[in-house]
Structures are given as structure tokens and as C-alpha cells.
């Protein structure tokens, strides 16, 4: 993949899991969109630390944002709906 190239994923997450928005080690990505088809929360993510700071209690986007992740630090959104929900985001990879 190349700087330019856009990222994206769509995938049907368990309740209670995550969708992981987390390039390969040396990528970086700015994501701009997150869909999620029932209630989800996001959280910015280092592998230890977990902060959320949005939540949707039913389907929704978060749109036009530029979350910037790596390898180490990156979001993550939470399926808190009562059972299984499709998940997906797409951005734009810059190195």
C-alpha cells in the first residue's frame, strides 16, 4: 500500500468486541470515517491504556474526523449493541 492510498474495512463484529483500526508496524493512517450499524463506542488505544470519548446509542457515523493511528496508537470501536453489528471505516494512508 501505498502515501495516498485509502484504507478501508467493513467487518461484522461480536457484541462485546472490538474493530480495531491499526495499520501494520512503520504504516500511518488518518482516518476520516467510522460507520457502525448499532450502538458502538470509540476509544483511543495503546495497548494498555483505553480512553473513550464517544459514544451512539444506536446506528450511526462519526464523519470527517482525521483520527491519526499507528501501529502502537490507534482506535478501536467497541460493539455495545445487543448482538452481532457491521462495523467499518476508511481513510487515508500517509506513510
Same mark, same amino acid.
Do not use: E
Given at each position: 500500500m501505498a502515501v495516498g492510498d485509502v484504507v478501508s474495512d467493513l467487518q461484522s463484529i *461480536? +457484541? &462485546?468486541a472490538y474493530l480495531d483500526i491499526r495499520p501494520g508496524s512503520g504504516s500511518e493512517w488518518v482516518i476520516h %470515517? /467510522?460507520?457502525?450499524a448499532d450502538a458502538a463506542h470509540l476509544e483511543f488505544y495503546d495497548g494498555s %491504556? #483505553?480512553?473513550i470519548f $464517544? *459514544? $451512539? #446509542? &444506536?446506528?450511526g457515523f462519526w464523519a470527517w474526523y482525521e483520527f491519526h493511528c499507528n %501501529? +502502537? @496508537?490507534r /482506535? @478501536? !470501536?467497541k460493539n455495545n449493541a445487543a448482538g452481532d453489528q457491521l462495523i467499518g471505516y476508511d &481513510? !487515508?494512508?500517509t506513510k
Open positions: *461480536a +457484541t &462485546g %470515517n /467510522i460507520y457502525h %491504556n #483505553s480512553l $464517544d *459514544a $451512539d #446509542s &444506536g446506528p %501501529n +502502537t @496508537r /482506535i @478501536r !470501536v &481513510g !487515508v494512508q
